[in-house]
């Protein structure tokens, strides 16, 4: 699903953001980039949703070559791809349902499309009761779930979320979680940087650790910090008492993600979508497939148009 090779990217000044990183992210993984500030975690976001370039180095993303694509078709690269930011980055004069369904009428969906996704989209993530309300209007926890909500309303294949919960107290955080967590288990890739140490602890998928632009550590099922692992493997080694090991995902509270607002159960009008998750699967986290066998419909179903810029087009 997503492939990095050897990829370094070097900013003016001879800033260098990811050094030599090579990294495989199959579909249906759920991955946490952590590490500290200025370690590469955002680049690599940038990177995948090709909104840089890499220095050196090769990115598929859905099947496509994106650090090779012409400017033209990254339009169409993006449509397989969700985003969410630490900022929400919702438009301040739309409301709720109006954001959401941007999403939607940029890529040219027709209104009964728009009239259908968007108020399921809404149910999933517990604002059907607010879609008429403006950003402003909203708490900090509901603005990022409308964010949550116009990345998923395309069915992305691909979902990047960096700092998501970055400026949302803990228990809101842990809602915002448990919906990415659903949307993962639906069938999406996930990759989430972070800084939120409880949330990688508890959910325990793969840790991918970045240090000065260089992978550190990459863990199937891992805890924010390595010398946490240590001492978790030294004491259940040693059978001391003291430790408790890393809680499970499905431990993790049910918490309102605002005062009035539950997260929903799964809809059943988005039965095909969204089916009844259960219990998070204790199964390890697969191997990477090869990049060219991903499902890339939604790519497929764009428009080729022509390159506007003959010197855009890969040669």
């Keep these: 699903m997503i492939r990095l ?3 370094t990217k070097v900013y003016s000044g001879g800033v260098v953001a990811l050094k030599d990183v090579s990294m495989d992210i199959a579909k ?13 975690k955002s680049t690599m976001i940038r990177l995948m949703m090709r909104e840089e370039r890499p220095t050196n180095g090769d990115i598929h ?43 939607l009428e940029v890529t040219g969906r027709p209104r009964n499309v728009v009239g259908q996704q968007v108020p399921q989209v809404l149910k999933l993530v517990g604002l059907s009761a607010k879609s008429d309300r403006y950003p402003r209007q909203l708490s900090g926890g509901e603005q990022q779930r409308v964010s949550v909500a116009r990345a998923f309303v395309n069915r992305p294949l691909i979902l990047l979320a960096d700092e998501p919960t970055g400026n949302l107290d803990p228990a809101t955080s842990v809602g915002i979680m448990r919906i990415l967590d659903r949307i993962n288990r639906s069938g999406t890739t996930v990759v989430m940087a972070t800084h939120d140490h409880a949330i990688v602890d508890a959910m325990q998928r793969r840790v991918v650790e970045l240090d000065r632009g260089r992978v550190m550590r990459d863990q199937s099922r891992g805890v924010y910090e390595s010398a946490r692992v ?34 929903p159960e799964v809809p059943s009008m988005l039965g095909d979508v969204l089916p009844d998750l259960g219990e998070p699967t204790p199964d390890p986290i697969p191997a990477a497939a090869p990049i060219g066998e991903a499902e890339a419909e939604m790519l497929a179903e764009a428009p080729q148009d022509a390159p506007q810029n003959p010197d855009e087009a890969v040669t």
């Design 61 to 103: 993303v859905a099947g496509k070559h994106a650090s090779k694509l012409p400017g033209w078709k990254i339009p169409h690269l993006r449509r397989s791809i969700g985003t969410v930011f630490q900022d929400f980055k919702l438009l301040p004069n739309k409301t709720v349902f109006e954001n959401v369904a941007f999403a």
């Design 230 to 263: 240590e001492r978790i493997a030294t004491t259940a080694t040693a059978g001391e008492p003291g430790v408790d090991p890393v809680p499970p995902a499905h431990v993790i509270p049910a918490v309102d993600m605002a005062p009035d607002v539950e997260v």
């Design 28 to 40: 249906g993984e759920f991955v946490f980039l952590v590490g500290p500030s200025g370690s590469g």
């Design 5 to 7: 090779q050897n990829v």
